[in-house]
């Protein structure tokens, strides 16, 4: 579950990219194309829509082009925030039905609150996952989910618990938002 | 737009249904044509009195239930086949409902019915991303939902274990239940993590079974004595801003709904039966996790918000309680086949009403309401007045 490198990762908006790994070429691939972006600076944020009729803001994009509060469809496409608070979460002891999720087991989802004002249902990690706790800051992380059946890393985004800036003991920051924190 | 109440009265002639349970040598139709006849029997009716079928199912597949009426012999009557996951039942019970009143048909037949894919359930409601994350997992995303449950009204997790010790035990006098054994509160705390917070006896079993109604204008009853009236049927299919992590929706932060689904979907019910929440003498309350009973409870008005686990501590909610709730174990013990659920829910408040419960039976019971709610979302009421 390491974090992948961003600065590797593409420019690409969510595309395919390749690297090199030491068994060699190795191709990254996002669970979804528009998920997320990432700048220049490895600086990685979710897309979503906002609706510049009623200001309703939605994760991801809406693919219809319509607002489904207002029904508008004059929608935009904006940067959520990399910053959020959990608001609830659940800890999955065995593996879902379907075959669809090729991930670790145990793992851990709930939703996020931005500051923006959208909730997004996500993937947590970066912690014992016994850690968790409703209130928690966390933060955007764009990692490994699984492989594919070629081999290929299917990417995904998470959020992780934010941590304190030179904070030995690993302690996680619940507190409010902490521009110290990376 | 004419209101229902005003049309022709509606009335449960007959009900039928196989026990719930596992059957590794039965198909949906199988147990579907064995609940048509046990219908029929108590209606007193033939099968050529039936003029439309309307059959509930969500896994069966194309003309599931065209293969249960096969079971028992095409007559050139209207099939139709209705899938709305956890309340497949309780939306043909109101389309089968609306077609009497409307006096399209006289006598006509609802068919719930299921053969459970076995192990956890794979929802069709999220997006292939949402899957391929994993946020599928039923358990857990009732878990979230009562991680926030816990936080508005306190609830712990011997609050809602004490919700899977009661429908258990209430199962124990249910002869049609797949589980009919009690469990204790230590037993429920002890069971296997399944989703945090959620433990496997927090958790309804699948079951495969088929359940069923014949509903007909008052004048082609056969038995006056057994006819049970249909005060309401309605169907709520989601509204904006309102959660339902079962089906990956989220709510709004900036435009939360000012009525919820479920919430909706009971006032429509008691407004349609001309009646409020404190003529409620029986109530089936969708348990397919053991808190979403509790918060349920309260979302059908029964009690006031965030009262529920006190009041089940207090025993309002037991048999002989002031509203006693899921009296035939509910999900919790009878199973879920999903199709068959919500008219598993109507099947048991048609038993109380005409006093044929039995051991379990609410003492003067007269008006009862069943709620099913599920992926969709949807969240069907019926209300039956004696």
Request: glycine share 10%.
């Amino acid at each position: 579950m390491e974090a992948v490198n961003l600065a590797e990762q593409l420019k690409t908006n969510g595309g395919e990219t390749i690297i090199m790994t030491e068994s060699g070429e190795k191709s990254r691939i996002p669970i979804r194309k528009g998920l997320w972006e990432q700048s220049g600076e490895g600086d990685v944020r979710l897309i979503g829509s906002s609706c510049l009729s009623c200001g309703e803001i939605f994760f991801p994009v809406q693919d219809s082009g319509i607002c489904t509060h207002c029904q508008g469809d004059r929608l935009e496409v904006i940067k959520l925030s990399s910053q959020g608070v959990i608001t609830s979460f659940s800890v999955v002891y065995q593996k879902p039905a379907g075959g669809f999720y090729g991930g670790p087991i145990p793992y851990s989802y709930g939703f996020v609150k931005l500051p923006e004002g959208v909730k997004v249902e996500t993937l947590f990690t970066g912690c014992d996952l016994e850690e968790l706790e409703v209130g928690m800051e966390v933060s955007l992380v764009i990692e490994k989910l699984c492989e594919n059946a070629e081999g290929a890393e299917i990417l995904t985004y998470k959020f992780q618990p934010v941590k304190i800036k030179g904070d030995k003991s690993n302690n996680v920051h619940t507190g409010g938002l902490n521009n110290e924190t990376n | 737009m004419k209101p229902i109440n005003q049309m022709r009265e509606v009335v449960v002639a007959g009900i039928g249904t196989t026990r719930f349970n596992v059957y590794e040598d039965k198909q949906w139709f199988h147990l579907g044509g064995e609940a048509i006849l046990n219908i029929l029997k108590d209606a007193g009716m033939q099968w050529p009195d039936i003029q439309a079928a309307f059959c509930a199912s969500v896994y069966q597949g194309t003309g599931s239930g065209h293969q249960a009426i096969k079971e028992v012999g095409l007559t050139g009557i209207p099939v139709v086949n209705i899938e709305n996951a956890c309340s497949s039942g309780g939306s043909a019970f109101r389309l089968a409902y609306q077609s009497v009143a409307a006096e399209i048909y006289d006598i006509v037949l609802v068919l719930g019915m299921e053969k459970m894919p076995r192990g956890p359930i794979p929802s069709t409601a999220f997006r292939p991303f949402e899957l391929q994350m994993g946020f599928n997992v039923q358990p857990a995303n009732y878990a979230n939902e009562t991680v926030e449950y816990m936080k508005e009204s306190g609830a712990t997790v011997e609050d809602f274990s004490l919700v899977s010790v009661k429908n258990r035990k209430n199962g124990a006098l249910n002869p049609n239940a797949r589980f009919q054994k009690p469990v204790t509160l230590e037993e429920v705390m002890a069971s296997r993590m399944v989703a945090k917070p959620m433990r496997l006896l927090h958790c309804c079993p699948l079951a495969d079974g088929a359940t069923g109604f014949i509903l007909c204008s008052r004048d082609k009853l056969k038995s006056a004595s057994k006819a049970v009236k249909v005060a309401s049927s309605v169907l709520s299919s989601g509204v904006y801003g309102d959660a339902f992590y079962p089906s990956a929706l989220v709510d709004s932060v900036k435009f939360p709904a000012k009525e919820g689904m479920t919430e909706m979907s009971a006032r429509m019910a008691y407004e349609q039966a001309g009646i409020g929440p404190e003529d409620i003498d029986v109530a089936q309350v969708y348990d397919t996790m053991a808190p979403s009973e509790l918060w349920d409870i309260e979302k059908m008005g029964l009690c006031g918000k965030g009262e529920a686990p006190r009041l089940l501590r207090e025993g309002k909610f037991n048999i002989n309680g002031q509203i006693p709730v899921n009296t035939d174990g509910g999900l919790m013990s009878r199973g879920h086949p999903l199709g068959a659920t919500a008219c598993a829910q109507i099947y048991e408040v048609v038993l109380q009403l005409r006093g044929e419960a039995g051991p379990r039976q609410v003492e003067g019971a007269q008006v009862g309401l069943c709620h099913a709610s599920g992926a969709g979302p949807n969240s069907s009421v019926t209300i039956l007045k004696k």
